[in-house]
Structure formats: structure tokens, C-alpha cells
């Protein structure tokens, strides 16, 4: 079993839509961050979430410490939000990210 | 301004060669990482590096070789490629390697071995 695991794996949406992509991982962990990956390949960070709740723009990432979960979610989804999106948290202990298989989003207009 | 850069952007080789791949960041940050994305994009740390000093090593064949001149540069040395090590590679860096730091990474260098 992956340590870190995310869904759906593939996400198509049409523009407008609210998405949601779910991250659970199986041990305790001192923070998580969300990253996205373009169509070209660049890799932007987005949230780094150690509790609650984080907003930036349309995009919105949470966390469930107790839970072991993490969400991120895009509202009113637009075409250039189609992207990887990859769950990366960071283990207790550790300095190192621990990577998501990533969420494939596709949205059309 | 780049705040990572890696350069080449692409390097196509044969087996058996030795190749660098080279990272600078200009964002004054301690640490820096080299990252590896296979063909199923799965992303994976291979090396970190604060301030010179090698605090990350993964379990990755000693064929890899990090080297770091000063905090501003992490270069990346492959000895006697293997079709194996084709991938995308990743360089990155973040103000302290703190867990919380954001990390920013370079635009990958993809290596194909052929």
C-alpha cells in the first residue's frame, strides 16, 4: 500500500465546476503541501497546510490532522486550471516531501 | 529573472556515458533537491543539500553522484547511464529545509538513454 494515496486519478470537469481532490496518507506527518504540475511540466507549490484550512484565489486546500486526510478544492474551474495535481506531505521526523501519485485534471470548456 | 534554473533542458545520451545535469537558484535560499519523475510521473527525492552539506540520500545507485560548489548550486552526476535513469529530473530549492518551507522547483531537465 502507497503511502500516500490520492483520488480520483483522472478528473475531467467542465468549466465551472466545483473539484474536489482527496489526499490520504498513513502516518503522522508535521505538514502537507499541494503542488501543480502543468501540461509543460513545471511544478508550482500551491499550500503548505500543517492544520485547518488555506485559501488562495479560487483555490481552497484543507486538512484533518486526526484524520489523515487532506482535500483541495477549485471553484468555478476554469480550462487553465487543467493540470497534475499532487498531495506531498512531509513526515514526522523527516524534511523530505513524500509524493502523491498526482490527480490528473482535465476541464473543458 | 529564473528563480531555478537547470540546464540542459533536454539531454539525450547513450548508454554507458557520463552525464551532468547543472541547478543554480538566485532566491538566496539554504537547501536544495534533486528530484526524479519516472514515466509513470511518479515523483520521487533522490538528494538534499543545506548549506553545502549533504542531508538527504536516498536510496538512489551510487552512479549518482550531488555536488554542491557553494548553496547557490547543486549539480547532478550520472556515471555509466543505464536506460533505467531516463526521466524527468528535478532540481529545487527552499529557504531552510524546514517541513513548512515551500519549495521552488527548476523546469526539469529530461534525460532520454538510449
Known amino acids: 500500500k502507497n503511502e500516500v494515496e490520492q483520488s480520483p486519478q483522472n478528473l475531467t470537469a467542465q468549466e465551472g465546476e466545483f473539484i474536489t481532490i482527496n489526499c490520504s496518507y498513513s502516518?503522522?506527518?508535521?505538514?502537507l503541501h499541494w503542488l501543480q504540475q502543468h501540461p509543460g511540466g513545471g511544478i508550482v507549490s500551491l499550500f503548505m497546510?500543517?492544520?485547518g484550512k488555506k485559501k488562495h484565489g479560487r483555490l481552497i486546500a484543507t486538512i484533518n490532522i486526526q484524520e489523515k486526510h487532506s482535500s483541495l478544492h477549485i471553484t468555478a474551474s476554469h480550462p487553465r486550471d487543467s493540470a497534475v495535481y499532487i498531495c506531498?506531505?512531509?513526515?514526522?521526523?523527516?524534511?523530505?516531501?513524500?509524493f502523491g501519485t498526482g490527480t490528473r485534471l482535465k476541464v473543458l470548456a | 529573472d529564473t528563480a531555478v534554473s537547470q540546464t540542459p533542458k533536454y539531454l539525450v545520451t547513450q548508454m554507458g556515458n557520463d552525464k551532468s545535469i547543472k541547478c543554480e537558484q538566485n532566491?538566496?535560499?539554504?537547501?536544495m533537491y534533486w528530484y526524479k519523475q519516472d514515466s509513470k510521473k511518479f515523483l520521487k527525492i533522490m538528494f538534499s543539500?543545506?548549506?553545502?552539506?549533504?542531508?538527504i540520500n536516498e536510496t538512489v545507485p551510487n552512479r549518482f553522484s550531488p555536488k554542491s560548489p557553494d548553496k547557490a548550486h547543486l549539480n547532478l552526476h550520472i556515471n555509466s547511464l543505464e536506460l533505467g535513469d531516463s526521466a524527468v529530473y528535478f532540481c529545487?530549492?527552499?529557504?531552510?529545509?524546514?517541513?513548512?518551507?515551500?519549495?521552488?522547483f527548476g523546469p526539469g531537465t529530461r534525460l532520454t538513454v538510449l
Open positions: 529545487a530549492s527552499s529557504r531552510s529545509g524546514s517541513s513548512t518551507d515551500t519549495q521552488y
Open positions: 502516518v503522522g506527518i508535521s505538514a
Open positions: 497546510l500543517s492544520s
Open positions: 506531498a506531505p512531509v513526515f514526522s521526523g523527516t524534511y523530505k516531501y513524500i
Open positions: 532566491l538566496g535560499h539554504d537547501t
Open positions: 543539500y543545506n548549506n553545502k552539506e549533504l542531508i
